[in-house]
């Protein structure tokens, strides 16, 4: 089945530390997408890519950065210098490409910071 | 600014009738979607509305009236499953996604 995963489930880390959240889909699309949400909080969009080796920054990319070497894998990085790093992160891709609106999501990852 | 409200919270018994309201002002529109989130766990899609007018499907409806920029969306005999989070998100005219806080939809028996 075609599907988008991440890893792991539940992350904890200690203050200061980098931590990569994984992102993977084996359904061949050129557009991924990470966000954030915060209890009370819409969805907020950190980075994007539409296309291998290509990204861009969304509405809260400060603290975060993100690789695309391979169009199955966009992994994000919450760095030391993400200020309230604890929530939870969901890395989504469009049901049909180009189009933006209905998306798969990945299952979530929560990260809290110690 | 861009801002998309909704109830944070509503209550409702089981086989009942729930409207779920949301109200937009965007910059621009190209589309309304309903997601159900259940507790920890990633959205998942319900409902698209481009035009105005109600969108059924099965339980669920959606409907959409784009001068009035609001939506609401309309869960029928109701079920225990239900009890989830409704996030409502608008596609802007730079075609990223805006996104409600979501309601918290607590069904009892």
């Known amino acids: 089945d075609g599907g988008i995963t991440q890893s792991p489930k539940y992350l904890f880390r200690k203050e200061g530390q980098n931590v990569t959240l994984s992102c993977e889909q084996n359904l061949n699309h050129d557009a991924m997408y990470w966000y954030r949400q915060d209890p009370g909080q819409g969805l907020r969009l950190i980075y994007y890519?539409?296309?291998?080796?290509?990204?861009q920054k969304g509405d809260i990319a400060e603290g975060y950065s993100v690789s695309r070497e391979k169009k199955e894998s966009f992994p994000l990085t919450v760095t030391s210098a993400q200020k309230n790093p604890t929530a939870f992160y969901l890395c989504a891709t469009p049901k049909r490409e180009g189009e933006v609106g209905e998306q798969f999501f990945g299952p979530g990852t929560r990260l809290t910071v110690l | 600014g861009q801002n998309i409200d909704q109830p944070t919270e509503m209550t409702a018994t089981e086989g009942a009738i729930v409207q779920i309201n949301c109200t937009y002002q965007t910059s621009g529109f190209n589309g309304l979607f309903w997601y159900q989130q259940h507790a920890g766990e990633a959205p998942t899609f319900l409902s698209y509305?481009?035009l105005d007018g109600l969108e059924e499907k099965g339980r669920f409806s959606s409907f959409l009236s784009r001068s009035k920029g609001y939506s609401y969306l309309l869960l029928k005999e109701l079920q225990m499953k239900d009890s989830a989070s409704y996030l409502c998100?608008?596609?802007?005219?730079?075609?990223?996604?805006?996104w409600g806080a979501g309601t918290k939809l607590i069904i009892k028996p």
């Open positions: 509305n481009v």
């Open positions: 890519s539409q296309i291998v080796n290509d990204f």
């Open positions: 998100a608008v596609k802007d005219s730079n075609y990223q996604l805006i």
